[in-house]
């Protein structure tokens, strides 16, 4: 199967403009649901912050010119009626701008300067550079005039309010070129040797190097595999701050950070043409584990939450990960493995079991990663049938990798409490025809419309057959034309543009996918892949999505969306292929 080339288009509207290792994109996204007139350089050190405003300059007015923005993953353009601008990634930390017939504007975004906030410019004789400094991302953006003129510069120095930066232009028919770097205190002047074709093309091969590791199965029947590599790749981050390791981030629009179960999916799509990336992802929550076994929320450049966790999907990531690796994990990395995932499994046994209680709980919606699916409306601290599940198989794996490791005690132990689990499970919780929730104080229980309720599914194979084909009736009831709405579009509590209360989601797809398909409900489980795929091929990798119009919502960009995508396309190629 050959690939198509690696030249795909986007709106820089929905998927910022980076590259891989980068910690800063261009877009016109500013902040959460923020669009800004102009694309700006957007920092995601210290959080989201608009640094720099980057404005085309007709420069026979001064003013800005009227142009449109083109991007592939390589190259963006402000083309204009007689001129364009043009911007490329030279590596993580600079990016090269050239123009012709039009001049371009290297403003603060920030018009207020305080001893606490915004933004300091200067011209840096010893570089014969202009320099930003931004409080709020702690670092400097140093730019160097390489060719054409500084046409006008203003608020050099000045604090207080007020405008800040530098125009740059050329002569009638002539060009300019400038670099902005992205750097900590100081370093040596700006030089390179490389003409700005060279640095468009390499970073154009380096995402088509990329794309082809990733999707080499990729063809004109999974139209979106390119471009979901382009959300993949240029997410990525290099470790700073916090970020123990390479970390695909959520987005670089405003969810800019790596949350304890999102990282399973880009792990899972990285892992046959880029193993080490993908052990990195699975890895990056672990490297912040607790003493008590949990894993953090999320975890970002300067910040790392504990106020919540994410549902034990681990097991399960970790079991498909290692089925998806091009090569076996070694001892010592299944050691690792092991070590860390136990626990994880020891902290829900350990302190989220009522006394007396067989079976966890979550403390709030947050916990499931469905923060206010309708399942949690009774209570909050609820025993519920998905945690229960996941635990299972979270056991199962344990199991597994214990008897990889000669550890025959801790095989049996595992394995019995994972048949203790499931038991519990289902005596406590299946009422013969939908598994309920429970209150963990009150013992009262209950049922919803939420697809959450249905989420036992992912037992796959170990469950009953009476009581798989029972989830997948009920699994069905939640299709839409663009895949499952994560609340029955007939519920009193369904809302278009309710987070987990109707639209569609990328992870419980996978799940369900790969729960109805182990189950042996394969006939649903196509169905459920090819509408999630083609809701992608049409309307991008959003956050979540309308379930009844297939509109994007939320975040446009999202790595688990792009992610989910590719499992789900790389599957289907491999299946057509047989």
């Avoid at 019995?416 to 005596?427: G, K, S």
Wanted: aromatic fraction near 10%; proline fraction near 5%.
């Amino acid at each position: 199967m050959t690939a198509a080339p690696s030249g795909t288009a986007f709106s820089v509207h929905d998927i910022p403009f980076s590259t891989y290792e980068s910690w800063f994109d261009i877009s016109p996204v500013v902040a959460e649901k923020t669009y800004a007139e102009d694309l700006h350089l957007v920092s995601h050190q210290n959080g989201m912050h608009a640094v720099l405003r980057l404005i085309p300059v007709d420069p026979a007015t001064g003013d800005r010119a009227a142009t449109r923005v083109e991007a592939t993953p390589g190259l963006l353009s402000w083309i204009g009626e007689s001129g364009h601008v043009d911007l490329a990634y030279e590596s993580p930390d600079t990016v090269r701008l050239r123009g012709s017939s039009l001049g371009v504007g290297v403003l603060a975004a920030a018009h207020a300067l305080t001893p606490f906030s915004g933004t300091y410019f200067f011209h840096d004789p010893a570089a014969d550079a202009h320099v930003f400094t931004s409080y709020e991302t702690g670092r400097r953006y140093r730019v160097t005039v390489l060719s054409g003129t500084i046409a006008d510069t203003a608020g050099a120095q000045v604090l207080g309010s007020g405008d800040r930066g530098l125009t740059v232009t050329a002569q009638a028919d002539g060009a300019w070129e400038i670099a902005i770097e992205e750097l900590d205190t100081s370093r040596a002047p700006y030089a390179s040797s490389a003409t700005f074709d060279d640095v468009a093309r390499s970073a154009q091969g380096a995402f088509a190097d990329f794309a082809d590791a990733v999707a080499p199965w990729r063809s004109s029947d999974t139209p979106a595999a390119e471009l979901a590599a382009y959300v993949l790749w240029s997410a990525t981050v290099r470790p700073t701050g916090l970020v123990t390791r390479p970390a695909v981030l959520m987005s670089k629009h405003w969810m800019d950070k790596v949350w304890s179960w999102d990282h399973c999916f880009n792990a899972l799509a990285l892992a046959p043409g880029c193993p080490e990336l993908a052990m990195d992802q699975y890895h990056l929550p672990f490297d912040h584990q607790d003493e008590s076994g949990a894993l953090p929320d999320s975890v970002t450049h300067s910040e790392v939450l504990y106020n919540f966790v994410k549902p034990p999907i681990h097991g399960w990531a970790l079991g498909h990960l290692r089925r998806r690796l091009p090569t076996s994990l070694d001892q010592t990395e299944l050691a690792e493995a092991y070590d860390r995932l136990e626990g994880w499994t020891t902290f829900w046994l350990t302190t989220r079991r009522a006394p007396g209680s067989e079976l966890p709980y979550y403390q709030h919606g947050n916990d499931s990663g469905w923060d206010n699916a309708t399942t949690f409306d009774p209570e909050r601290v609820v025993v519920t049938a998905d945690l229960a599940a996941f635990l299972v198989l979270q056991q199962r794996e344990l199991a597994a990798l214990a008897e990889q490791l000669g550890k025959t005690d801790a095989t049996r132990r595992w394995a019995a409490a994972a048949e203790e689990t499931q038991r519990a499970l289902l005596d406590q919780l299946w009422t013969g025809e939908r598994f309920v929730a429970r209150g963990a104080a009150t013992g009262d229980t209950w049922s919803s419309a939420s697809l959450l309720d249905l989420m036992p599914i992912v037992l796959g194979e170990h469950l009953p057959g009476e009581i798989s084909s029972v989830l997948a009736d009920h699994i069905k009831a939640h299709l839409t034309p663009y895949g499952l709405a994560t609340e029955l579009t007939t519920s009193p509590h369904y809302l278009a543009d309710g987070y987990w209360r109707g639209p569609i989601w990328a992870p419980a797809t996978v799940l369900v996918e790969d729960g109805l398909r182990r189950a042996g409900h394969h006939r649903l489980a196509d169905d459920v892949s090819a509408r999630f795929r083609a809701l992608c091929e049409t309307h991008g990798f959003a956050e979540n999505f309308d379930a009844l119009t297939g509109t994007g919502l939320r975040d446009r960009a999202y790595t688990w969306t792009a992610s989910s995508y590719l499992l789900l396309a790389e599957a289907h190629a491999h299946r057509e292929s047989r």
